[in-house]
């Protein structure tokens, strides 16, 4: 049920999984810094909804779409400034458990 749901629901993604990462111009400024938490809470996400799609023909795209997030901004979680660096480790774990738990669901497969 939650695949043809999806589908619905995100029809664009569902069909090309083109969602681009959000760019940040300064990892200094408190306010753009977030934009790497959306990166990663992103990647993180559709981690997940990989996990529940199983095996479908947008898992490609998809997977390929939430590993340019995560590359995105995982380099700069320990950029050395402050404004990022107190908080974005946590999300970067998130993200990355996410991603060891869909990798290991493919692998049992």
Same mark, same amino acid.
């Given at each position: 049920?939650?695949?043809?749901?999806?589908?619905?629901?995100?029809?664009?993604?569902?069909?090309?999984?083109?969602?681009?990462?959000?760019?940040?111009?300064?990892?200094?400024?408190?306010r753009i810094v977030h934009l790497d938490g959306l990166n990663?809470?992103? #990647?993180?996400?559709?981690?997940?909804?990989?996990?529940? +799609?199983?095996? *479908?023909? !947008? /898992?490609?795209?998809?997977?390929?779409?939430?590993?340019?997030?995560?590359?995105?901004?995982?380099?700069?979680?320990?950029?050395?400034?402050?404004?990022?660096?107190?908080?974005?480790?946590?999300? #970067?774990?998130?993200?990355?458990?996410?991603?060891?738990? +869909?990798?290991? *669901?493919? !692998? /049992?497969?």
């Amino acid at each position: 049920a939650f695949q043809p749901w999806l589908k619905g629901f995100l029809p664009e993604l569902m069909a090309a999984g083109n969602l681009d990462p959000a760019k940040v111009s300064d990892r200094t400024d408190p306010r753009i810094v977030h934009l790497d938490g959306l990166n990663l809470s992103r #990647a993180r996400n559709l981690y997940v909804i990989l996990e529940a +799609l199983k095996a *479908s023909p !947008a /898992q490609r795209s998809l997977l390929v779409t939430a590993d340019r997030h995560a590359e995105a901004s995982l380099p700069f979680i320990a950029s050395g400034s402050y404004e990022g660096e107190h908080w974005l480790g946590t999300f #970067a774990v998130h993200m990355l458990d996410a991603r060891n738990r +869909l990798m290991g *669901s493919v !692998a /049992q497969k």
